[in-house]
Nanobody, 123 residues
């Protein structure tokens, strides 16, 4: 099983970035997926999550209205569109997958993890 995240980088406040996470080694279209992030000195936290069918995704309050999670099951890829970025969005972002069709907001519920991609937002 492999999750390969990409799309991180540096941005100015107000800019947009799009993260991608390509999956291999598992079915994907029967798996809940999520993006987590870990800011310096902080615990890993949920950003957004999506079930196998893409219906009613979850967003953390801190990103609601600015970030959009989506998935392309035919391409085995999950995306995180990040708009109106803020300096407090600076973090390492991880994609995660779980065996269940449905998402969880708990990191411990995910068996598969990507390597992380750094997002740095300056003011």
């Amino acid at each position: 099983v492999q999750l390969q995240a990409s799309g991180g980088g540096s941005a100015q406040a107000g800019d947009s970035l799009r993260l991608s996470c390509a999956a291999s080694g598992f079915t994907f279209n029967k798996n809940g997926m999520a993006w987590f992030r870990q800011r310096l000195g902080k615990e890993r936290e949920i950003v957004a999550a999506i079930s196998w069918d893409g219906v009613n995704p979850y967003y953390a309050n801190s990103v609601k209205g600015r970030f959009t999670i989506s998935r392309d099951n035919s391409e085995k890829t999950v995306f995180l569109q990040m708009d109106y970025l803020k300096p407090e969005d600076t973090a390492v972002y991880y994609c995660a997958g779980r065996s269940s069709r449905y998402y969880s907001i708990m990191a411990g519920a995910y068996e598969f993890w990507g390597q992380g991609t750094l997002v740095t937002v300056s003011s």
